[in-house]
């Protein structure tokens, strides 16, 4: 079955850790990459730009495009990137969620959620 292990992303969390604890997350995902590609389970990921200037919020209204900054800057969270696996069960999800550096750090976690519907872009 497959998940995505969903990273949100906090500013004001990540600024207030110590360099040398920003440094030891980001490696973790390296050794977190490496362990579920050994073990098979790895399907993708992706992190995404934190700099929230950066992304857009698109929506069409009577069929005219309107791209505005987003996501709503208001949030204290925002959607910082994925993991989506394929593992045996829930448990197993739950355990590599676990094994994310960011759900050590106070203030953060990983959302598990089941993938209902999965296309990939090869034909």
């Given at each position: 079955?497959?998940?995505?292990?969903?990273?949100?992303?906090?500013?004001?969390?990540?600024?207030?850790?110590?360099?040398?604890?920003?440094?030891?997350?980001?490696?973790?995902?390296?050794?977190?990459?490496?362990?579920?590609r050994a073990s098979g389970e790895l399907i993708g990921?992706?992190?995404?730009?934190?700099?929230?200037?950066?992304?857009?919020?698109?929506?069409?209204?009577?069929?005219?495009?309107?791209?505005?900054?987003?996501?709503?800057?208001?949030?204290?969270?925002?959607?910082?990137?994925?993991?989506?696996?394929?593992?045996?069960?829930?448990?197993?999800?739950?355990?590599?969620?676990?094994?994310?550096?960011?759900?050590?750090?106070?203030?953060?976690?990983?959302?598990?959620?089941?993938?209902?519907?999965?296309?990939?872009?090869?034909?």
């Amino acid at each position: 079955m497959k998940y995505m292990l969903i990273m949100h992303g906090n500013p004001a969390i990540w600024d207030a850790l110590p360099e040398e604890r920003r440094q030891a997350v980001m490696n973790g995902h390296g050794a977190f990459m490496e362990a579920t590609r050994a073990s098979g389970e790895l399907i993708g990921t992706a992190a995404l730009d934190p700099d929230l200037s950066k992304a857009k919020v698109v929506r069409v209204k009577d069929g005219i495009k309107v791209a505005t900054d987003g996501p709503y800057l208001e949030a204290k969270e925002f959607f910082g990137g994925f993991y989506l696996v394929e593992v045996a069960d829930e448990e197993r999800a739950l355990e590599l969620a676990a094994m994310i550096p960011d759900a050590a750090v106070d203030g953060l976690g990983i959302q598990v959620s089941p993938v209902v519907f999965y296309a990939s872009a090869e034909v």
